[in-house]
């Protein structure tokens, strides 16, 4: 486990409940009792730390290494998913994810970013920084399942879309354009969870959904908040400054009314209780699902309606 | 004559240095005659160069932002909008309106790179889904001209909202047949280029024009080497499959009228056939 530095308070305790654990079987002595307490220490602590989460510290874990990641929720969700590659037009783009899979017994899609879990997969995943392919491989995807007239599960984890020369040469910016324009034709439902770091356009290029809903600890943002510090204080260290003003925490988006439901995460966060974490979202998930195809308006006039009656209103 | 009559300060290009008198260099589209440099227009001197004379019926421009989530930097974000609004004359970074180009209706936008780096935040983007539903109803070509930084950091999501929300009156414009020409000025990066002016039925750019998702100071922070000269321009873009013009400004009023009367099959007012 990796500890954030807020956490402090608990790796104490973690350590005191890890030697218990050890004595406990080294010389099998029955510390059932004092482990209870430890154990409810640290869950006291950790609900404390996590109640009381800056936006900053939000962010941090919304960055975790250790939160579920998409491959975790399409493994846990469609346990007989099929990975599906390629945009059909440059290449496979490996921080883009598409697979098709049966969520209960019915058929769904799943596109996201792919983040990794460590250095290695982060590499080969590029970071869940998508290039144009990405957005595009997508698309196709969601298509096919306008197609099928199966429902599309989005899971937003990136920090951008990748700024690089390949990804401008090849069109960056109208990929992403393209994706949120045309995902107003898809006529199946869309369901977009924020499961970790929603990086502005990057995240929104596969985020416009019927229903957006986000974990507790997550975060989305129109730029990171070390990008906001550098821009406008030309200092990227006042990111802590900055991710206060950017308002991207779920609370603070379903307070805007800009997102439709915060799913709420086990004490100390996903990454403690990912399974626990992963059956929430998945419930929720399907709640939402069942709404959305009991609609009887057709769902693309429904998702206009949604995004042209957001907050604020101009006069 | 008067001899010490003070002379108007010459228009130094800020390209090849060529100095012109100011009046010449603003009836040559603020071009320069020399090395054909493209320098910025005002919003409103845009529009007047595009459109037919006094066609031009403004919608919408009293919507004002708002501090929305109490967003300050180097000075409140409510003080900036009274003061940019004060400066500039405009209350946001679009213009927007029903128009005509030689003699057909159109609706119009025009960005106003002016009002803080033509950035998008919720009035551009509701202008520009207000812009593409009048456009649908009335069965017009919508013409948006582009100039902009990005999305607005000062309103965040609601910034980033915008994206999806003028996309999709954009969608249901196009998927009528309505007919969207983009045109891309210097400079246009982010929120805007990642959106509308990357969705048009028909792309143009002018010569030069710094084009791109991510701006260049980003990208060589990213790789950590320099970029290529010219990486990101309109030609660049133009080369690379994604624009279908590159225009010199001088001709961009025609070329729009003429796309649109080939496109539409409708006659151009006051040219011969």
Redesign the interface.
């Known amino acids: 486990m990796i500890y954030l530095d807020f956490e402090k308070p608990v790796v104490e305790l973690e350590t005191r409940l890890e030697d218990f654990r050890k004595q406990a079987i080294s010389r099998s002595m029955d510390l059932t009792e004092s482990i209870q307490s430890v154990q409810a220490q640290i869950e006291e602590r950790l609900h404390e730390i996590y109640s009381n989460l800056t936006p900053y510290q939000t962010v941090q874990v919304a960055r975790h290494n250790s939160r579920p990641k998409l491959i975790d929720y399409v493994k846990f969700m469609t346990p007989d998913y099929i990975q599906l590659h390629g945009d059909r037009r440059f290449a496979d783009d490996l921080a883009m994810w598409t697979s098709v899979g049966s969520l209960d017994g019915k058929t769904v899609f799943i596109i996201g970013h792919n983040k990794g879990r460590d250095v290695k997969e982060n590499i080969k995943f590029n970071f869940g920084m998508a290039h144009p392919e990405g957005y595009r491989k997508a698309m196709r995807v969601m298509e096919l399942a306008d197609k099928y007239g199966a429902p599309v599960i989005t899971l937003l984890d990136t920090p951008g879309a990748y700024p690089g020369i390949g990804a401008e040469e090849r069109g960056q910016a109208e990929a992403i354009a393209v994706n949120i324009r045309d995902m107003f034709g898809i006529k199946v439902p869309i369901i977009t969870v924020v499961i970790g770091e929603g990086g502005s356009g990057g995240a929104l290029g596969i985020g416009v959904g019927d229903r957006v809903l986000m974990m507790r600890y997550a975060m989305y943002s129109v730029i990171s908040p070390e990008g906001c510090a550098s821009i406008l204080f030309r200092d990227g260290t006042r990111f802590r400054e900055t991710a206060q003003m950017l308002k991207l925490t779920a609370t603070d988006l379903k307070g805007c009314g800009l997102i439709d439901e915060i799913i709420d995460e086990p004490i100390g966060g996903a990454h403690r209780k990912p399974i626990q974490a992963m059956s929430l979202v998945k419930e929720a998930i399907k709640r939402h699902i069942k709404e959305l195809l009991a609609i009887k308006e057709p769902i693309t006039e429904y998702r206009y309606n949604k995004y042209r009656s957001l907050p604020p209103k101009l006069d | 004559m008067v001899d010490n009559e003070i002379k108007p300060e010459l228009y130094k290009c800020k390209n090849c240095g060529k100095t012109t008198d100011p009046e010449l260099f603003i009836k040559n589209f603020r071009v320069c005659s020399k090395c054909g440099f493209h320098d910025n227009v005002p919003a409103r001197e845009r529009i007047k160069m595009t459109i037919d004379e006094d066609s031009f019926e403004e919608l919408w421009g009293k919507?004002i932002s708002?501090d929305?989530?109490?967003?300050?930097?180097?000075k409140p974000y409510s003080d900036r909008i009274v003061e940019t609004i004060k400066k500039t004359g405009e209350n946001d970074a679009i213009i927007t309106g029903l128009a005509k180009i030689y003699g057909h209706k159109i609706a119009l936008g025009v960005m106003n790179f002016e009002f803080i780096g033509g950035s998008m935040g919720?009035?551009v983007g509701?202008k520009v889904?207000r812009l593409a539903e009048l456009a649908k109803e009335e069965n017009i070509p919508m013409i948006i001209i582009s100039q902009s930084g990005g999305?607005?950091?000062q309103?965040?999501?609601?910034?980033?909202?915008q994206?999806?929300?003028l996309?999709?009156?954009?969608?249901?414009f196009?998927?009528v047949d309505g007919l969207f020409i983009s045109v891309i000025c210097h400079p246009c990066?982010?929120?805007v280029?990642?959106?509308?002016?990357?969705?048009g039925d028909i792309i143009i750019a002018e010569p030069g024009a710094l084009?791109?998702?991510?701006g260049p100071r980003?990208?060589e922070q990213?790789?950590k080497q320099k970029?290529p000269p010219g990486?990101?321009t309109a030609e660049f873009?133009l080369e690379?499959?994604?624009l279908d013009k590159v225009v010199d400004r001088k001709n961009m009023r025609w070329m729009l009228g003429k796309l649109i009367s080939l496109l539409l099959s409708i006659p151009m007012e006051g040219v011969e056939a």
């Open positions: 919507l708002t929305l989530l109490g967003f300050s930097d180097s919720v009035v509701e889904m999305a607005r950091m309103e965040s999501v609601f910034s980033l909202m994206l999806a929300r996309s999709g009156a954009i969608k249901r196009q998927s990066t982010g929120g280029s990642a959106s509308f002016a990357f969705q084009i791109g998702f991510a980003v990208i990213t790789i970029l990486f990101q873009f690379k499959g994604f």
